[in-house]
């Protein structure tokens, strides 16, 4: 007897339905049915009537109901206490400073509430230096945009940023460019070539043989960011970069960029699976949860959650 035999019972109970079981749970229909059927085959009766407007439990399904009920809710609390007593010692996250922005915050609020005994260490830095930084194991994790320097790594494709053309409120009449050729010349301040986000802007400038007006180059997001709302020079910035503003949105104006190839991807990188501890796992998996809330909830705009495998991968000596 599995649990999961136990769970699809009860939802087929439930919802009167296989069908909707099915649906609830996000399985197919056959799966639902054949765990029912082999469920029955171990207690040697039926437990669901099938009628002409769904199911229906039997007496013995009535009867066995109620127990399959209590054992679910029973190895719910026991997977949540052995969670609670065995993740506990610290963990060292790295995030550049525009995603420390949207989800510094939320990553962290979270791992107190379920994770209470694990204390976390969240570092803010630019990506080829937290790259540096978990090459020499001083960090577990992080969110990275470059990896030409990794070495042995679990990596996975987390979010694909868009970009925003930022300016402030009086800085430009009427509509905001959305595409790069109607940038013209606009006078920017983005980040130095050694940020990963001026690589992404430097190669969609040149596929479009255009070329930007750069009066500063900055690779403070305060400084920059102050820079935009004085009326000082425009940028080109993902969304989490705006996160940070929210005191000051109403000095700035944005628009996202429309043009293909221009969005910038974030890589979630840890260790390899055998050099995580169990609270680093634990950590990494709630922190693509806390991700996908913050897009559903539509705290963190311009984005596309990644649906690759995580992998572990060789890209060669640093």
């Known amino acids: 007897m599995e649990l999961r035999q136990l769970r699809y019972l009860v939802r087929t109970i439930e919802l009167g339905s296989i069908s909707q ?54 190895a719910e609390g026991a997977a949540t206490a ?7 010692g610290q963990v060292s996250v790295g995030l550049a400073p525009t995603t420390a922005g949207v989800l510094g ?22 990506s080829g230096h937290l790259g540096e930084m978990l090459k020499g194991r001083e960090l577990d994790l992080a969110v990275l945009f470059d990896i030409d320097q990794a070495r ?51 190669a969609a400038f040149k596929a479009l043989e255009l070329q930007p007006t750069v009066v500063a180059e900055v690779d403070s997001l305060t400084v920059l960011m102050h820079m935009v709302r004085r009326g000082m020079a425009a940028s080109l910035q993902p969304w989490a970069a705006l996160a940070r503003e929210q005191q000051a949105t109403p000095a700035l104006r944005w628009a996202e960029i429309e043009d293909a190839g221009t969005a910038r991807r974030n890589l979630l990188c840890s260790l390899s699976e055998d050099e995580l501890s169990p609270a680093a796992v634990a950590t990494r998996a709630l922190l693509r949860r806390v991700v996908q809330r913050l897009i559903a909830d539509g705290d963190w705009r311009g984005v596309k959650a990644g649906h690759l495998d995580s992998r572990s991968v060789d890209l060669g000596s640093a």
């Not at 969670?83 to 506990?88: C, G, I, M, V």
């Not at 959305?178 to 001026?198: C, Q, S």
């Open 21 to 74: 079981a099915a649906l609830d749970l996000g399985i197919a229909q056959s799966a639902v049915s054949l765990q029912i059927q082999r469920l029955e085959g171990e207690l040697s009766t039926r437990l669901l009537q099938r009628t002409a407007s769904g199911v229906i439990p039997t007496d013995a399904g009535r009867a066995f109901l109620s127990h399959a009920q209590l054992a679910l809710r029973h």
């Open 82 to 88: 052995a969670r609670q007593s065995r993740l506990s």
């Open 105 to 126: 915050f939320a990553l962290i609020e979270a791992m107190r509430r379920e994770y209470p005994d694990i204390r976390v260490h969240l570092v803010e830095g630019l």
């Open 152 to 202: 042995r790594w679990s990596i996975e494709p987390l979010l694909d940023e868009r970009l925003f053309f930022v300016c402030a409120a009086d800085a430009m009449p009427g509509a905001l460019p959305t595409r790069f050729a109607g940038l013209g010349d606009t006078a920017l301040v983005l980040p130095t070539h050694r940020h990963g986000l001026r690589r992404v802007i430097d």
